[in-house]
């Protein structure tokens, strides 16, 4: 399973400069709003449930404050891949079934199984590939 893990790190980081990429070259999306919160809500997400995993605090107040430019935005997204990929790149099999609190919903789960129980980490139906 850590295998697949590191890889789905990995690919993250790597779909996520993808996006970033893009909207930094289009003058538009650049200027989008609702585009740059949904940004921020992804790497905000991202950045929650390191917090967690690495038993660091969280300063709700701080992390969700919007950046108003791309290039902060930019900014959160290396810094929480680059500590993704370092904790997944030493986390061990007994890492994986250590239980957290996810205040956020109220509930506990595994490392393993943590990002899985949020809505936004879910394949969707409309997704391609996915079983409707």
């Not at 967690?52 to 701080?62: I, S």
């Not at 990929?85 to 986390?91: D, F, H, M």
């Not at 205040?103 to 079983?131: F, Q």
Request: proline residues 6%; hydrophobic residues 45%.
């Amino acid at each position: 399973m850590l295998p697949m893990i590191r890889e789905l790190f990995n690919h993250q980081a790597w779909a996520d400069a993808a996006i970033l990429t893009a909207v930094r070259n289009d003058a538009a999306a650049r200027e989008d709003e609702a585009l740059r919160k949904t940004l921020h809500h992804m790497v905000v997400t991202q950045r929650a449930f390191l917090s967690l995993f690495l038993e660091r605090p969280f300063d709700a107040k701080t992390e969700f404050r919007v950046p108003s430019d791309l290039k902060e935005i930019e900014a959160l997204f290396r810094e929480a891949h680059r500590d993704e990929i370092a904790y997944v790149g030493r986390l061990d099999e007994a890492g994986l079934s250590r239980i957290h609190d996810l205040p956020w919903i109220g509930s506990r789960a595994s490392t393993a199984e943590a990002p899985w129980l949020l809505p936004e980490a879910r394949p969707s139906a409309s997704a391609p590939g996915s079983r409707k």
